[in-house]
Antibody, heavy 116, light 107 residues
Framework: QVHLVESGGGVVRPGGSLRLSCAASGIIFSTYAMHWVRQAPGKGLEWVAI????????YYSDSVKGRFTISRDNSKNTLYLQMNSLRPEDTAIYYC?????????WGQGTLVTVSS | ETVLTQSPATLSMSPGERVTLSCRASQRGSSDLAWYQQKPGQAPRLLIYGASTRATGIPARFSGSGSGTEFTLTISSLQPEDFAMYYC?????????FGGGTKVDLK
């Protein structure tokens, strides 16, 4: 049974930075592509980024490209999202999820609030 | 960039009824189409992938169909625990796209 736990959310000022983590258990982490997906308050789901199982390839939505960096440490079964130059419109619950073409398991999410 | 349009935005239904949700893609692509259920305060849950394959543990009353640009999620007999938001999602060339969602609520 996959278990994903996000952490690192909080309140940050516009232009600031934050690093999210996602600890995985119950799966062979190194065999799965991993994603970040976000959901603004009261809104739908928005895909953010994907990283290949070996960390050798990553891809981003246009809304975060150049500002966010996805990475992983397979020795620690952990996924990361480095978020720089944060904007108010980045305010959302951020979920990590495992899978490639579809998202098999999801964490409970961590809330990021960008506000002055 | 593919846009996924879900309709209707809201469905007001009664327990036991048959429910049909639609997801239309703006352009043809893969059949890597998935459906998720999300309840308030919870993370989404994968229901269907590959347009028609039920995920592990998903009841048989949930079924998916479609190809090309038209996809459908059907709940054969709505149960009280099925009132929720439903999202479709497609995979194309390393990126995912979500539809705007359909809310199934109690009539």
């Amino acid at each position: 049974q996959v278990h994903l736990v996000e952490s690192g959310g909080g309140v940050v000022r516009p232009g600031g930075s934050l690093r999210l983590s996602c600890a995985a258990s119950g799966i062979i982490f190194s065999t799965y592509a991993m994603h970040w997906v976000r959901q603004a308050p009261g809104k739908g789901l928005e895909w953010v980024a994907i990283i290949r199982n070996d960390g050798g390839y990553e891809y981003y939505s246009d809304s975060v490209k150049g500002r966010f960096t996805i990475s992983r440490d397979n020795s620690k079964n952990t996924l990361y999202l480095q978020m720089n130059s944060l904007r108010p419109e980045d305010t959302a619950i951020y979920y990590c999820a495992n899978g490639y073409r579809e998202l098999e398991g999801w964490g409970q999410g961590t809330l990021v609030t960008v506000s002055s | 960039e593919t846009v996924l349009t879900q309709s209707p935005a809201t469905l007001s239904m009664s327990p036991g009824e048959r429910v049909t949700l639609s997801c239309r893609a703006s352009q043809r692509g893969s059949s890597d189409l998935a459906w998720y259920q999300q309840k308030p305060g919870q993370a989404p849950r994968l229901l269907i992938y590959g347009a028609s394959t039920r995920a592990t543990g998903i009841p048989a009353r949930f079924s998916g169909s479609g190809s090309g640009t038209e996809f459908t999620l059907t709940i054969s007999s709505l149960q009280p625990e099925d009132f929720a938001m439903y999202y479709c999602q497609r995979y194309d060339d390393w990126s995912l796209t979500f539809g705007g969602g359909t809310k199934v609520d109690l009539k």
